[in-house]
């Protein structure tokens, strides 16, 4: 082997290596967006199944027409006046996740969560009436979630 083979695989190896080394900063450095996306899409499903586990009657347990939103003085959680209707969530809007109580979830700070209702009507023999739910979460550092369902109105 000469000295000129040996400049040539020294260099060779060697910017090799320099590749390798600057890919595995860069799959370090993503290695944790899918733990965020996982998260993102668990607080969507916590909200959608709290939306949808909701009723949907015409009439406002509370007394009154049932309207898109909350009622004059219902909050989530609420002890007095919770929300009581799927579509009370319309219009639901909070940064940083919260518990029924009210209380912050640690690590869920930069998460955003947003619902909208609509009525809905699916099928095409017999249709049935229903609400449309979307849940959209916003995660940290951009991006979003989205997952939805429908609830039949009985």
Do not use: C
């Not at 009657?57 to 002890?79: F, I, K, Q, V, Y």
């Not at 609509?118 to 979307?134: C, I």
């Amino acid at each position: 082997m000469t000295l000129v083979e040996l400049v040539v695989a020294i260099t060779l190896v060697g910017a090799a290596a320099a590749a390798m080394v600057s890919s595995f900063g860069w799959l370090t450095q993503q290695s944790s967006d899918p733990l965020v996306t996982r998260q993102a899409t668990a607080v969507g499903e916590a909200m959608l199944a709290e939306v949808l586990a909701q009723g949907t009657g015409s009439t406002d347990p509370d007394g009154g027409a049932e309207g898109l939103g909350p009622e004059s003085g219902e909050a989530r959680g609420s002890t007095t006046l919770p929300f009581d209707h799927v579509n009370d969530y319309h219009g639901f809007d909070q940064t940083g996740v919260t518990a029924l109580d009210g209380g912050a979830i640690a690590g869920l700070e930069a998460y955003r969560v947003r619902v909208s209702v609509r009525a809905a009507t699916l099928g095409s023999g017999t249709p049935s009436q229903g609400w449309w739910v979307d849940v959209h979460v916003g995660m940290p550092g951009g991006g979003e979630v989205l997952l939805s369902g429908w609830k039949a109105a009985l």
